[in-house]
């Protein structure tokens, strides 16, 4: 196992978290999860966790549908939604097939797939998530309200 393994499961201890969420997303985006207990994820580095691929859209038809996500120890991160009591984590995964080739419909791996491309032709890719939300004011008083009101209406 490697040092960046090593210190999620040295962590993992230490914060006293009782669940691990594996994250990954289907090919349009959609973001999926895994909880697993910490007594699972020493396994899950090497060998990673099955899963019915042919229920994520996209990944896998149902006579092919046996997968595994596997965790990135690099992704790691403690979520901050408890205030108290045990924690949580998380960590993305790699989609692979049971022999442990990369998915082709694993996001992720087109990802990385594409990097490599570009890095081949002499070219650095560069790539960062774009966070969008929006703010609503809460009116209680509303009988039939058909939308939520925003906060501003700048552009």
């Not at 149902?62 to 108290?84: C, G, N």
């Amino acid at each position: 196992m490697d040092k960046q393994a090593d210190f999620v499961l040295r962590t993992i201890e230490e914060r006293d978290i009782r669940f691990v969420r594996l994250w990954f997303t289907d090919v349009i985006g959609s973001l999926k999860s895994v909880a697993v207990a910490p007594a699972e994820l020493e396994a899950a580095f090497s060998e990673g966790i099955g899963f019915d691929g042919s229920a994520i859209q996209g990944f896998s038809r149902v006579y092919e549908s046996d997968m595994l996500a596997k965790p990135d120890p690099a992704t790691f991160q403690l979520l901050p939604w408890r205030s108290e009591g045990p924690g949580v984590a998380r960590m993305f995964c790699d989609i692979q097939m049971p022999d442990g080739s990369p998915s082709y419909a694993d996001p992720r791996w087109v990802l990385k797939r594409t990097m490599a491309k570009a890095a081949d032709m002499g070219f650095t890719f560069y790539t960062h998530p774009e966070i969008e939300f929006y703010l609503f004011e809460n009116d209680k008083n509303a009988v039939n309200v058909k939308s939520p009101e925003p906060i501003d209406h700048v552009g």
